[in-house]
T-cell receptor
Framework: TQLLEQSPQFLSIQEGENLTVYCNSSSVFSSLQWYRQEPGEGPVLLVTVVTGGEVKKLKRLTFQFGDARKDSSLHITAAQPGDTGLYLCAGLYTGGFKTIFGAGTRLFVKA | NAGVTQTPKFRILKIGQSMTLQCAQDMNHNYMYWYRQDPGMGLKLIYYSVGAGITDKGEVPNGYNVSRSTTEDFPLRLELAAPSQTSVYFC????????????????FGPGTRLTVL
């Protein structure tokens, strides 16, 4: 069974703090995505990374794809209450067809 | 565009009852998916469809059925509801080129929260 492990499972921080969440697997991805899900809604795509070592920035969010394409991280600078939500990583394994989702990191940013 | 719409938003079923969760998209996407999301478990793929008339099983298909008679609609049928099917169900759609090993952008509906008592 191919697994995507996300850590931490839950994170509660103060507004203005920085944080990093991780997504790891023992298998190689052909591409990896990060989605954000707010309560009562479906996930929304934030970014797709496809090249080992790739770094993408989306305002205060920085996404990194590991050199070996087995892991990824999401770093948020100066977190705001609006960043609160469930962050899901989703991977398409090399030679695979369907996207596999991790269990998510639930982030709560306190004002 | 409405995107992906799902009905109903909430439903309570008794054990053994049947129901159909409706899903529609107006983006002319070829791929459609049904997922269930349990607390702390992420999204599990139930069924997916690569186009009208073509469906296939995902990770957790038991107890469910689907059909795809049109590009727009992808209903999910529960025949004999069981407490283990209590979950939040998400429908998603995407445009994916055949044979391209690249993750597609999936657009999700707002979900249906189902409780089986």
């Amino acid at each position: 069974t191919q697994l995507l492990e996300q850590s931490p499972q839950f994170l509660s921080i103060q507004e203005g703090e920085n944080l990093t969440v991780y997504c790891n697997s023992s298998s190689v991805f052909s591409s990896l995505q990060w989605y954000r899900q707010e309560p009562g809604e479906g996930p929304v795509l934030l970014v797709t990374v496809v090249t080992g070592g790739e770094v993408k920035k989306l305002k205060r969010l920085t996404f990194q794809f590991g050199d070996a394409r087995k892991d990824s991280s999401l770093h948020i600078t100066a977190a705001q209450p609006g960043d609160t939500g469930l962050y899901l990583c989703a991977g398409l394994y090399t030679g695979g067809f369907k996207t596999i989702f991790g269990a998510g990191t639930r982030l709560f940013v306190k004002a | 565009n409405a995107g992906v719409t799902q009905t109903p938003k909430f439903r309570i079923l008794k054990i053994g009852q049947s129901m159909t969760l409706q899903c529609a998209q107006d983006m002319n996407h070829n791929y459609m998916y049904w997922y269930r999301q349990d607390p702390g478990m992420g999204l599990k793929l139930i069924y997916y469809s690569v186009g009208a008339g073509i469906t296939d099983k995902g990770e957790v298909p038991n107890g469910y059925n689907v059909s795809r008679s049109t590009t727009e609609d992808f209903p999910l049928r529960l025949e004999l509801a069981a407490p283990s099917q209590t979950s939040v169900y998400f429908c998603a759609s995407s445009y994916k080129l055949q044979g391209l090993g690249f993750a597609d952008t999936q657009y999700f509906g707002p979900g249906t929260r189902l409780t089986v008592l």
